[in-house]
């Protein structure tokens, strides 16, 4: 079989972003039925979830092991410590943000730095943020000036 050079391979083509969670099954239930993803995969700790051509991954964090362990030498091993979970946070790029924000407000789903509306950056975007059941902050974001 021949050898894929990987240098070959000039781009990069998506980053999807992968956040640790409690319970993958409340968590799942949060995207799936609160942000309106579809599920793409969900078994051994992990997660795919889809929403048109958006894709979120989650990867269970419930290791309590640390507990037990003199944490302050090396307090991250396995990468699925429970403390991790709601610690991270992903921008999600729509094309209607406003839509999106009149959908999850309906829900009653944002953050509360996003009851206002939807506001604009200085940095040329228009945004909204809201909380996955663990906490990790979801920030659903469309360009309002061309990105240079």
Do not use: K
Not at 2 to 18: H, K, M, S, T, V
Not at 91 to 115: F, N, P, T
Request: aromatic content about 10%; proline content about 3%; overall charge negative.
């Amino acid at each position: 079989m021949p050898r894929l050079d990987i240098r070959a391979r000039r781009g990069f083509e998506f980053a999807n972003p992968a956040l640790p969670v409690r319970d993958m099954s409340a968590a799942v239930a949060c995207y799936r039925d609160q942000f309106g993803f579809t599920i793409r995969h969900q078994g051994s700790g992990f997660a795919v979830l889809l929403r048109d051509d958006a894709e979120v991954h989650l990867w269970e964090s419930s290791d309590l092991t640390w507990e037990q362990r003199d944490s302050i030498e090396r307090p991250v091993r396995s990468g699925a410590e429970s403390f991790l979970a709601g610690t991270a946070g992903c921008r999600i790029q729509v094309d209607a943000v406003d839509a999106l924000y009149a959908e999850l407000r309906a829900a009653g789903v944002l953050h509360q730095v996003s009851v206002d509306g939807v506001g604009d950056t200085d940095f040329g975007t228009r945004e909204f943020a809201t909380l996955d059941v663990d906490g990790n902050l979801i920030t659903f974001y469309t360009w309002v000036t061309p990105r240079s």
